[in-house]
Nanobody, 120 residues
Framework: QVQLVESGGGLVQAGGSLRLSCAAS????????MGWHRQAPGKQRELVAT???????NYADSVKGRFTISRDNSRNSVYLQMNSLKPEDTAVYYC??????????????WGQGTQVTVSS
């Protein structure tokens, strides 16, 4: 059984910073692409950032220059450093990852989400 557990959400004023963490645990052979998505009230879930095992990164235009995604392969973990936060960044943030659990099985897993609220 594989689980992704996020932490680090909270309430912050506009212009502030937060760092989200997500750790994968369970029967894991390897972890490929990891990423963060977010869903604001009344809106569809959207991609925030992704990172490959070789540290290639991709960002949504709305967060470029403010957010930084990173990973620690030894800990099967991914992080999202969020700076210069804006009220429109308010959302539930979800971690996801493509995880290989045996020689023939790779699946996409999601965390339970962590709330980020940015006050103006």
């Amino acid at each position: 059984q594989v689980q992704l557990v996020e932490s680090g959400g909270g309430l912050v004023q506009a212009g502030g910073s937060l760092r989200l963490s997500c750790a994968a645990s369970g029967s894991i052979l390897s972890v490929n692409i990891m990423g963060w998505h977010r869903q604001a009230p009344g809106k569809q879930r959207e991609l925030v950032a992704t990172i490959t095992g070789g540290d290639w990164t991709n960002y949504a235009d709305s967060v470029k220059g403010r957010f930084t995604i990173s990973r620690d392969n030894s800990r099967n973990s991914v992080y999202l450093q969020m700076n210069s936060l804006k009220p429109e960044d308010t959302a539930v943030y979800y971690c996801n990852a493509d995880i290989v659990t045996d020689w023939v099985t790779e699946k996409n897993y999601w965390g339970q989400g962590t709330q980020v609220t940015v006050s103006s």
